[in-house]
C-alpha cells in the first residue's frame, strides 16, 4: 500500500526521494509524487503510473532543493490519476503532505472545509488533512500537526513540508508505520526500513500519536501531549544487499531460494520464556493465515494446549472464546497489517495474553505486544510471501515445542537433530526446480487448478492455492482432499490439473484415494509425496514429485516450496509481474 519518504540534508532532494520511492514500490501503487521545498517555495510533481513516468516529469523541472516528501499511492479514495496523486497542497501551495493510511471522517472535514471557503481537487480522503492543516496553522507546523490529529479519525503516517520553513520536515503517526533514521547532517523518514538502508541502519520508531521534527541536525520526537522525549533507535541487521534482487530476475525468486538459509536460525525473541498457556488463538491473514494453521497444528501436536487458529478480518465476531491464561499469537510478516493490528487490540481487550510473530522489528505488531517473536527471514519484498511463511511455521514449530517442554511431553531424541537437517532438505526440493518448470510451462495456460491434502497437508495445498492466485492470476482451489466429493468434484473435468499433497502417512493412502476419484473424472493428477509413499502415488497420479526424505512433521515447512516454485514458472510462462501482482500491496495497512 501507499509508501511514503522524506528526506533533509545537503544531498539533491529529488534524486533521494525518487530512490527511496523505487525501494518501496514493492508495496504496491499506481502513482507517484514528490513536493520539494526550494527557495521559498514548494514544488510539487505528480504523475499516474510508474516511478519512471515520476522520473521523466522530474527530469523537466530539474529541482535542487534539499528537503522534501515523497509518495506512492495505492488508489483507495478515487482512482489512480495525477490530481489523486500524493503530495497534496493547502489552496496556497504553502504546506504539502504525503500520507498513508486512511481519513475515516474525510467526508465531515470535507463539508467543514468547503463550508469555510476551501476548495478540493482531488477525490482523495488525505486532500483533507492538507486543508485543515493550513486552516489550523499559526506558523508552527509542529503544533499544527498536532491540532489536526485531534480532528483525524483513522489511521494515517503523514509527512508535511512547508514552503517558510527550509530547516524542518514534519511527521505525524497513527496506526500507520513510519521509520525515522539520520546520518551526518541528513534525516529521512520512510513507511518501511529497505528505503533507510543505503544511508542508516539504526531506525527510530515513533510511537502512535507522536510527532517528530526532522533537521539537518538530528531528529526530535514529541509524545501526544507535544511534548520532547528522549528517541531511542534499534539496529537492523540486514544490509543494504539483502533488500536487493542480486542475481535473480524477480524478489520472488531470490527469497524462495533464500529459504535453506533462512530455515538455519530460529527466531529472536524479546522475552527468553513464553510460559504456556491453557489455550492458544492464533491471528493471521492470507498467508500468515496459513502459518496460523500450521502453528495451531503444531501446539496441539507438540504441547496439547487447544490451539483456535483465526482469520484476523473475522476474529471480531468470536465472541464467546474463553479468555482466561489465552495466548494471542498474532502472526504477521510486516507487523503492520491492519486487519492483524485489529484483531490483536480486540484479543488484548479480551484479556489475552498477545505475543507478536513478525518478520519487522519495531513493527505496531511487535510494539503492541507483551513479548515479541522476529522471524530471521530478511526482508521479504515480493507480493507473493515465501520465505516469511516458512520462518513463520519453523517459529511456531519451535514455540510449540517449548510450551510442550514445560509441561513435560515427551520428545522425539532425533527431534534437535531433524531440526538442523531441514536448511538441506530444503536445498534439496529446490533442485526439483527445472523439472518443476518442465511440468508447469506446457500448463500455464490451464484455466483451473485444485490442490487438495489432508491435516498439515491440507494447509499446504490452501496456501500453494493462493500462491497461484496472486501470481498467476489463474483461478485455483485448494481442499481438504476429503471434502471434495461433498461438492466441488463437480468441478472437475477432463485435462484439469489436480495437486495433491502427501506427506502425513496416516492419511496418505486417503489422498490418494480421493487422487483416484478425480483422476476417474479426466482430471490429470499430480502428487508431491516423501520417497516411502512414491510407489503408491505413481497408482494414483500421472506425475509424481519426490520430497525429501524427511520426518513428516517437519515435511509442511519443506514441502510448500516446490509448490511456489509452480506458482512462480506459471506466472513467468504468462508473462506476468511476478514481483507486483495486479492490485494487490505487501503490506495491506488499511482495513
Ligand atoms: O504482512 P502480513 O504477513 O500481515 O500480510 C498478510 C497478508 O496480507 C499476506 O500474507 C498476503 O496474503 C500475501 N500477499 C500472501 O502471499
Keep these: 500500500m501507499c ?6 540534508g545537503s544531498g539533491n532532494a529529488q534524486d533521494i526521494l525518487l530512490k ?24 510539487v510533481v505528480k504523475t499516474r503510473g510508474q516511478i519512471d513516468d515520476l522520473r521523466k516529469k ?49 467526508l465531515q472535514l470535507r463539508n467543514m472545509l468547503t463550508e469555510r471557503g476551501y476548495t478540493f481537487v482531488s477525490d482523495t480522503d488525505t486532500e483533507c488533512a492538507a486543508h485543515l492543516l493550513h486552516f489550523l496553522y499559526d506558523g508552527d507546523l509542529l503544533r499544527s500537526l498536532l491540532l489536526t490529529a485531534r480532528y483525524l479519525t483513522g489511521s494515517y503516517a503523514i509527512a508535511a513540508v512547508c514552503a517558510d520553513d527550509p530547516s524542518a520536515l514534519y511527521c505525524i503517526r497513527s496506526g500507520s508505520p513510519l521509520v525515522l533514521g539520520t546520518c551526518s547532517g541528513e534525516a529521512f523518514l520512510s513507511s518501511d526500513i529497505p528505503a533507510l538502508l543505503p ?19 538530528g531528529i526530535q520526537i514529541y509524545n501526544a501531549k507535544g511534548r520532547p522525549r528522549k528517541s531511542t533507535s534499534f539496529h537492523v541487521s540486514w544490509d543494504v544487499q539483502s533488500a536487493e534482487k542480486g542475481d535473480y530476475p524477480h524478489y520472488m525468486l531470490k527469497e524462495i531460494h533464500q529459504q535453506p538459509q533462512v530455515l538455519a536460525s530460529p527466531p529472536v525473541t524479546s522475552h527468553k520464556t513464553l510460559n504456556s498457556p491453557q489455550q492458544a488463538l492464533l491471528l493471521g491473514c492470507g498467508t500468515a493465515y496459513h502459518a496460523c494453521l500450521l502453528g495451531a497444528y503444531y501446539i496441539e501436536r507438540l504441547s496439547g494446549i487447544p490451539a483456535h487458529p483465526e482469520i484476523a478480518s473475522e476474529y471480531a465476531s468470536r465472541i464467546a472464546f474463553p479468555y482466561k491464561n489465552c495466548a494471542c499469537i498474532a502472526v504477521s510478516q510486516s507487523g503492520e497489517t491492519a486487519d492483524t493490528l485489529s484483531a490483536a487490540h480486540t484479543a488484548v481487550n479480551r484479556g489475552a495474553n498477545l505475543i507478536a510473530l513478525t518478520n519487522t522489528l519495531g513493527s505496531s505488531l511487535s510494539r503492541m505486544a507483551s513479548a515479541a517473536l522476529v522471524t530471521p527471514a530478511g526482508p521479504e519484498l515480493a507480493v507473493a510471501s515465501t520465505k516469511a511463511y516458512t520462518s513463520q511455521a519453523l517459529a511456531l514449530l519451535h514455540l510449540a515445542r517449548s510450551w510442550g517442554a514445560q509441561l513435560g511431553k515427551e520428545e522425539d531424541p532425533l527431534f534437535e537433530e531433524h531440526l538442523q537437517h531441514l536448511p538441506a532438505w530444503a536445498n534439496e526440493a529446490l533442485k526439483t526446480e527445472k523439472l518443476l518448470k518442465a511440468y508447469i510451462d506446457p500448463r500455464a495456460d490451464k484455466p483451473l487448478f485444485f ?21 498467476t492470476y489463474i483461478p485455483s482451489e485448494a481442499y481438504p482432499a476429503g ?7 463437480a468441478l472437475i473435468h477432463p485435462g484439469m490439473p489436480v495437486i495433491a499433497v502427501c506427506t502425513q502417512p496416516q492419511w496418505v493412502h486417503k489422498t490418494l484415494i480421493n487422487l483416484s476419484e478425480c483422476r476417474a473424472r479426466g482430471a490429470e493428477c ?27 512433521l517437519l515435511a509442511p515447512i519443506i514441502s510448500i516450496i516446490p509448490l511456489q516454485l509452480l506458482a512462480y514458472y506459471a506466472a513467468c510462462k504468462r508473462g506476468l509481474n511476478v514481483d507486483k501482482p495486479r492490485n494487490l500491496a505487501k503490506s495491506v495497512t488499511v482495513e
Design 451 to 471: 490442490f487438495i491434502g489432508r491435516g498439515a497437508d491440507a494447509v499446504t495445498a490452501k496456501e500453494a492455492a493462493l500462491k497461484f492466485k496472486e501470481i
Design 20 to 43: 527511496g520511492l523505487e525501494t518501496l514500490s514493492y508495496r504496491g501503487y499506481d502513482s507517484a509524487g514528490i513536493a520539494i521545498q526550494q527557495e521559498g517555495a514548494l514544488h
Design 483 to 489: 471434502e471434495l466429493k461433498h461438492g466441488a468434484i
Design 526 to 552: 499430480v502428487c508431491f509425496c516423501l520417497p516411502h509413499m512414491e510407489k503408491e502415488a505413481r497408482e494414483a497420479a500421472d506425475f509424481v514429485f519426490t520430497l525429501p526424505d524427511m520426518p513428516p
Design 199 to 217: 544511508y542508516t541502519r539504526d531506525v527510530t520508531v515513533p510511537e502512535d500519536g507522536e510527532t517528530a521534527v526532522l533537521r539537518r541536525t
Design 58 to 106: 522530474c527530469a523537466a523541472s530539474q529541482l535542487s532543493g534539499t528537503l522534501g516528501i515523497g509518495h506512492t499511492r495505492w488508489a483507495t479514495h478515487g482512482e489512480a490519476n495525477d490530481l489523486n496523486a500524493h503530495p497534496h497542497t493547502d489552496g496556497r501551495g504553502r504546506i504539502a503532505i504525503v500520507h498513508n493510511g486512511i481519513i475515516e471522517n474525510h
Design 3 to 8: 509508501g511514503i519518504m522524506g528526506y533533509i
